[in-house]
């Protein structure tokens, strides 16, 4: 297979160096990967880059809380511990923002290659409506879900005072508002993702910023209440680390699933409802241009039918009244004697 050649960036010149010439890697892997067929090297690459931005995200996202946690602690020394009960105000917000700036930023670097998902049920959801396909989402699940619990060994031996990054119910929370607490927050983000990652449009680009905040929201309500899951990978990580499981384990698994269900029914909703046209609607009557009515936008992951080269139909051609002069409206033949000559335009997708 031949590649298009990159430029590096801090390469000014534009030319080759020497290590560009001379790196084995670069030859090894291109060996490697031109021998795979085209589709299992896109399985490839996926799984690589979900595995490798999952571990870098969890990894930052465990050690925030457990720095969170442990410098709660009065004693910070070695007896210091990461089981700090009950959670400060100060230690909830600190947690939120590290878990959903370290979102932001590894979702923002791996974007372009695999998607930057890193939860199980965001890739089922991607499956749901369409943007992957079930091959895909299958190996993206397993990609993750190891790389979760690597994240968790990672941290548990990088870090003193154990590995207490657990979900459970806290506040009184009882089982059936600890399911709907996870669904919903779950939905929210799912929802998000769906609207700013799987189609295409002017903030795309930007996308992994809305996503981190959407999850530090979420991590901002649940974590007192629920932990703040919204991924029964994270919740059980930990435990097989520790090798402590709690009996209400199950509801990290029913919240979230029901709530990327929920968030995938929402989003086929404003779909069918075409709701890019409705910030078009301009209620006003004295407009003079009329609106014309837009079919879905092109999508960079889920193709859509409508989607493709503009159509008469969406172009608006309003007739100009005249004012007895001769005017031509950029098809290089005059319309006549004209009153009042009204330039029109074409409204398109």
Not at 74 to 80: A, I, S, Y
Not at 163 to 189: K, P, R
Request: charged share 15%; net charge neutral.
């Amino acid at each position: 297979m031949a590649y298009l050649p990159r430029t590096l960036t801090l390469n000014t010149d534009h030319t080759e160096t020497v290590l560009t010439r001379k790196d084995p890697l670069n030859r090894l892997f291109a060996k490697i990967f031109d021998s795979l067929p085209l589709s299992t090297r896109g399985h490839v690459f996926a799984v690589v880059g979900e595995f490798l931005g999952t571990i870098v995200f969890l990894t930052l996202a465990f050690a925030g809380v457990e720095t969170a946690s442990a410098s709660s602690n009065r004693n910070q020394d070695l007896g210091v511990s990461t089981a700090t009960k009950p959670h400060t105000p100060a230690q909830l917000l600190y947690t939120a923002l590290v878990v959903g700036f370290s979102l932001a930023v590894t979702a923002w670097t791996f974007f372009r290659t695999s998607g930057g998902l890193f939860n199980p049920v965001i890739s089922f959801g991607m499956a749901l409506i369409g943007a992957i396909t079930w091959v895909r989402c299958v190996l993206l699940i397993v990609a993750q879900s190891a790389a979760t619990i690597a994240a968790s060994y990672i941290v548990c031996a990088l870090f003193n005072g154990g590995l207490n990054v657990g979900t459970e119910l806290g506040g009184g929370t009882t089982i059936a508002q600890g399911i709907v607490i996870e669904m919903f927050l779950t939905a929210q983000l799912a929802f998000t993702i769906f609207v700013l990652a799987a189609e295409e449009h002017a903030g795309t680009n930007l996308a992994p910023i809305g996503i981190g905040l959407s999850l530090f929201v979420g991590e901002l309500i649940g974590v007192f209440w629920t932990g703040g899951s919204m991924n029964p990978i994270r919740s059980l990580a930990p435990c097989i680390v520790n090798r402590s499981f709690p009996k209400y384990l199950w509801i990290y698994f029913v919240g979230p699933i029901a709530g990327v269900v929920l968030a995938v029914l929402v989003y086929k909703l404003v779909v069918a409802l075409e709701y890019e046209i409705a910030k078009d609607q301009d209620p006003m009557p004295e407009l003079i241009l009329p609106i014309a009515g837009h079919g879905r936008k092109p999508s960079s992951i889920i193709p859509m039918a409508s989607a493709g080269p503009p159509t008469p139909e969406k172009q608006v051609q309003e007739p100009a009244k005249t004012d007895k002069k001769s005017v031509s409206f950029g098809n290089g033949q005059p319309s006549g004697d004209v009153e009042n000559p009204v330039l029109h335009e074409s409204y398109m997708d």
